[in-house]
Structure formats: structure tokens, C-alpha cells
DNA sequence: ATAATTGTTTGCAGTGAGTGCAAGTTTGTC
DNA sequence: GACAAACTTGCACTCACTGCAAACAATTAT
């Protein structure tokens, strides 16, 4: 285990390429809830079972998330300038992610698919969670906020709603571009999205 | 069809209320992932075929989610007094939800099950998506926003994402009661959760 | 080179979720 | 009581996913 670019290495990544690789294309052929691992696994050229030894789940291999991408948005946490505010953070967290999924040309294609289909909304929201409460963890550190505070958590949540708000909102509207959609969630969620919030807490009930 | 309290109604109604407090029971005692549906249709005393006849997944009958709760929620987002702001009406909404359930006595125990296990937490929140879809369309109505605005479904999301982050930090913070914590995050949702908010939009980069 | 070691792939057997179908049973209607 | 509609059930089936042990390939030591 010495060698960093060994042939070992170099294997695993080509068939964890392959299984991917055919597990989109797939989904996007058939619908994503009409590939099967068995079909998968055949067009990557290996045995079921070795789809299930890179993948935990069948949805992940169509996710293919990319863990560099966490790897990058913790380091980005907790290395923001000192006066950078909080959800500011997380707008460039975003758009560094929104970069790199550009940059494959298929961010909306993936996008759509993955909004339209209830089990991939799952595998994502899930990795997400997890996301979430990492870098919940690294901003609550960061900001120094009193323990107890929902407000660490609550502005990575949100921002993370703001994403899925904008694709989901992308679709119906497709005129309106991702990121016109999401900076318009972000400065809502900073600036605040009711300004006339006010129940009325002594009342007991209603109509 | 004419009898709304005939045998036939009551019998499902006994039926659906077994499987799911023998789910909920089987779940609280075992964990989630180890109970089968054969050991909820057994305790139930109906078959497996039977129990997939009243919930589509397993998942279902452990959350048990009453299907009135978005009925009331719906009819109370389109009957709100004109003058009550988005969010006050989602605050509303919430709250009527968290009285019902914790006249159960079963809020937190229930909570923490759902934030504990990926599966519920999979089926509650993809619930949750279609419930927002529908509040959305609600609001989206009454609010009378430019199409293609991002504010109705940023509004409904982050308040279902408030509750979730409540739901988290109570369990680590269980000295905070939920509906503390709810507030804090319905307060920061409406006036602004970062005034500080503002991304150098020029800034082509960042190290 | 060859042998020993370690990591990877694979087949196999098994559990459990979930579905469609057809037959049987119960309930409501006339 | 006869008839239709709704509900339950068993059966056979597909598919996801897991543990285990044998086969295989890459790496390292000799």
C-alpha cells in the first residue's frame, strides 16, 4: 500500500467509473426506477455483487456524489475569512458545488431527474442530513453562537432547502436559471422572508 | 355506500389503527430496521398481503401520518385571514400539528425514532415533499406573487426545514422544549436569518 | 522467478420488501 | 336469499441487499 497510482488503485477507480457511468445513463434511458442493479452491473461489465461492494445502495451509484465535494465545503467552513457571515459561506459553498456540476453539462438533466423520482430524493436528502449536520458542527464552532442555538443549524438547512426549492421551482419555470433562483432564496433567507411575521401567542385557538 | 359508520368502515378503521400501533410498539421496542412486516401483520392479525393493502411501505404504518393533518393544514392556508403574513399562517399550521401530536404524549418519543433512523426519516420527508408541493400551490394562490417567484415554496420548505433542525437540536438540547426552539426558528425565517448576508458577486474565485 | 500475503471479485444461498393475480370471504343492497 | 361490491388472503414472482467462502489478481518478501 506504498503506491499511491498502483494498478489495484487505477482498477477500482475505472470500474467505480463504469458502474456510474452506466448507472446515469440508465436512469435516464429506462427512468431511474426501472434500471435494475442486474442491468447495471452487466453493462459495467461485473457481477452483481460487485456493484453491491462499491455501492451500499443502487440509488448512489446513479447519485455518483462526488465526496470531494463535502471534503472541499468543510475546509471552505472552516477556513472563511473571520468577517465572512454565515450564510455567505454557504453561497460560495453552493456555488463552488454548482460550478463543478456545470462543468459536467449536466446539471439540470441530473437535477430533474433526481427531483422526479422519489428514491433518488431519498438517497440525496439523506446524504444530505449527513452533510448537514457536519457542516452544522463545523459552523457552530466557527460562529461561537451560545449552545442551545438553532441558528448554526438553521442556516445550513435552509440554504440547503433554498437549493432543492430552486431546482423543484427551475423545473416548472425554466426560464429563470438556477442561479437567479437560488441568490433570490438566499437574500430571502437572509434579509428575512416575512417581514410581518407575528402570531399572536396569547390567543388559544382558531376558527 | 351510503352509511359513513357502517361495519365495513369501522373494521378498516380498527384494522389500521392494530397495524399501526403494532408497528409503532414493535419499532420502539426492537428499532425500526429489525421489525418485519410479517411481525407487524402477525401482532395485527392480519397476513402480510393484507398489511400492504393499507400502506404502501413498512415505513408508513410506523410514522402512522394522519391524513387530516394536511387536510386541516390546507383548508387553514386557504382560509387565512387576508391579513395574516405567510409565515404566521405556516406558524399556525405547525402548531395545530404539534398540539395534535403531543396529545398522543408521543412527540418526542416518536421524534426521536424519525430522526434516528434513515428509512423513517425517508418516508416522513418525502411525505413532507408532496405535503409542501400541495401548501405551496396553496400559498403560491393566495399570495398572489409574480409567477416564477422563489418566496411561496422558500416559505412552506423552511418552515418544514425549521421543524426538522427543532426536532434534531431538541435531541441534543433536550432542556430547550420544541416549541422554544420552533419559535427561535420561525423568528430568525421571517426577520432574517444573516443581515449581514453578501457574497462579492464580481469575485470571480476564492483560494 | 517463486512463494506468501493481501485485496478484490464472484457465485451461492438466503432474508425481506413489495406487486399482481385469482380465489375465497364478508358486507351492503334489493 | 340473491347479487354485487369491497376486503382478505395465499401464491408465485421480481428485485434489493447481505454474509460467507472459494477463486483470482496484485503486491511484497524471499
Chains 1, 2 share one sequence.
Not at 68 to 76: D, K, M, T, V
Not at 171 to 178: E, G, L, M, Q, S
Amino acid at each position: 500500500m506504498q503506491i499511491e497510482g498502483g494498478l489495484r488503485e487505477r482498477k477500482k477507480q475505472q470500474t467505480r467509473a463504469a458502474l456510474t457511468d452506466a448507472a446515469l445513463r440508465l436512469a435516464l434511458e429506462k427512468g431511474p426506477d426501472h434500471v435494475t442493479v442486474e442491468e447495471i452491473a452487466e453493462a459495467a461489465d461485473v457481477s452483481v455483487r460487485t456493484f453491491f461492494n462499491y455501492f451500499p445502495h443502487k440509488e448512489h451509484a446513479i447519485l455518483a456524489r462526488n465526496p470531494e465535494h463535502l471534503e472541499a465545503a468543510l475546509e471552505r467552513m472552516r477556513t472563511a475569512p473571520a468577517d465572512e457571515s454565515p450564510l455567505t459561506t454557504m453561497w460560495f459553498i453552493v456555488h463552488d458545488v454548482l460550478r463543478d456540476l456545470e462543468s459536467d453539462g449536466q446539471l439540470s438533466r441530473r437535477g430533474e431527474l433526481i427531483m422526479s423520482s422519489p428514491s433518488l430524493l431519498y438517497q440525496l436528502m439523506l446524504s444530505s442530513i449527513d452533510d448537514e449536520r457536519q457542516l452544522t458542527a463545523a459552523l457552530t464552532e466557527r460562529m461561537g453562537e451560545p449552545a442551545g442555538s438553532i441558528r448554526p443549524g438553521l442556516i445550513v438547512s435552509a440554504a440547503g432547502t433554498a437549493c432543492r426549492v430552486a431546482v423543484e421551482l427551475h423545473k416548472t419555470a425554466p426560464d429563470r436559471p438556477i442561479r437567479d433562483l437560488l441568490d433570490e432564496g438566499f437574500q430571502l433567507l437572509a434579509r428575512g422572508t416575512d417581514p410581518d411575521f407575528g402570531p399572536v401567542h396569547q390567543q388559544k385557538g382558531h376558527s
